[in-house]
């Protein structure tokens, strides 16, 4: 599917997706990232949903989210809550969705102006 990438400035939008990749401000991602709208697309080291760990989402932590979109590949797949635990229970929200939704939802959130940020996986 191909976005049209919205005047939000210099804010990191999704701009196209497809199974095996994202379009960040037209640049394209063929493995996991974490986006937030105001910091540099980060390469989040999971290639699979089985490989999960709270440490993957623990390096969410520093970015202060208010909420976290999980992207969790082609279908929706909710991860167990204690890999989210750490996020949780800090008061961060996390919305689990399929990679598509989780793109587009991001991308609402952040033209809302929230403190979003999205970890979507994208499996080799």
């Not at 400035?9 to 991602?29: C, E, F, K, P």
């Not at 063929?30 to 623990?58: K, M, N, R, Y």
Request: hydrophobic residues 45%; aromatic residues 8%; contains cysteine.
């Amino acid at each position: 599917m191909k976005l049209h990438q919205d005047s939000s400035g210099a804010l990191n939008t999704v701009t196209g997706y497809g199974a095996d990749y994202v379009d960040i401000n037209l640049q394209r991602h063929t493995g996991s990232v974490i986006v937030q709208p105001d910091a540099p697309v980060t390469a989040w080291p999971v290639s699979s949903f089985d490989a999960l760990t709270p440490e993957l989402f623990e390096q969410l932590l520093p970015l202060l989210p208010e909420v976290v979109v999980f992207g969790s590949g082609e279908r929706l797949r909710f991860p167990h809550p204690r890999l989210t635990a750490v996020l949780t229970g800090r008061g961060i929200g996390v919305e689990t969705m399929d990679f598509k939704a989780a793109c587009r939802t991001y991308n609402i959130l952040m033209a809302e102006g929230r403190k979003v940020a999205a970890a979507l996986l994208i499996e080799a």
